[in-house]
């Protein structure tokens, strides 16, 4: 079999064994189908590859946010504070994921944008249904030839409709009272403190979106498994490997 051939076939193969798992990257057959493709990797340099780093890339495994709950329909359910750092209100509130996409591009020098972009649905019957998104901002540069260096930056939390405005401003404008024991409390506030988080102030009324910052964000690694004109492979510090398509 010709090289394209054998590229076309592994990643085919890989697209497979997602869709028959759910998306995870813990499956067997899926991470089979990884250990077969990267000897196949003709990047030999990903984390130098700017053309090829550079795009709008699309989640096809399965989100690694904390405490997620496969549906039935095979989507994601979260709460809205597993998503950035319990930074936005209400942090209870159920939602499901409609997809994550992370736009990359050169900002200066070697350092690119690592943004993270959640497409989310309300679910939850307190609330009407409501489509919002969730940008945690980061930024990362290389520092050997298949890792990046990650740092998040900051995030916000802003409407996908503007027709839903007032029913947007209704649920996530006002900070709402917090239910935290005193222990609960005293760990976010020590956590905010070690990470300079500056939190949510007053929701911007024109666009409905609500920011905070993260100005002592920890620095982590991110080693880029495979990379080419359609598929990005990664993994990170935890092990959590990551499938991206390019858009």
Known sequence: MAVTGKYAAAKTALRQALAACGGSTKDKAVLDAIENLQPLNPTKAPAYSGTLLDSNWLLISAPNFP??????????????????????????????????????????????????????????????????????????????????????????????NPNQMNDWQAVFGQQQPSQKSWQEKFKSALFWLMFGLVPPQAMNPATGEVCFTMQRSPKGRLEILYLDDELRITRGERGTVLVCERQ
């Open 67 to 160: 405490g997620g709950e496969q549906l039935e329909d095979g989507k994601f359910a979260y709460t809205l504070g597993r998503l950035a750092f319990n930074m936005f209100q209400p942090t209870g509130l159920k939602l499901v994921i409609d997809r994550v996409l992370q736009p990359v591009l050169l900002l200066e020098g070697e350092q690119r944008s690592h943004d993270i972009v959640v497409e989310f649905t309300t679910i939850d019957e307190s609330v009407p249904k409501l489509a919002g998104i969730v940008r945690n901002q980061g930024v990362c540069h290389p520092v050997s030839d298949r890792l990046l260096q990650v740092k998040f930056t900051g995030g916000t939390l802003a409407p996908q």
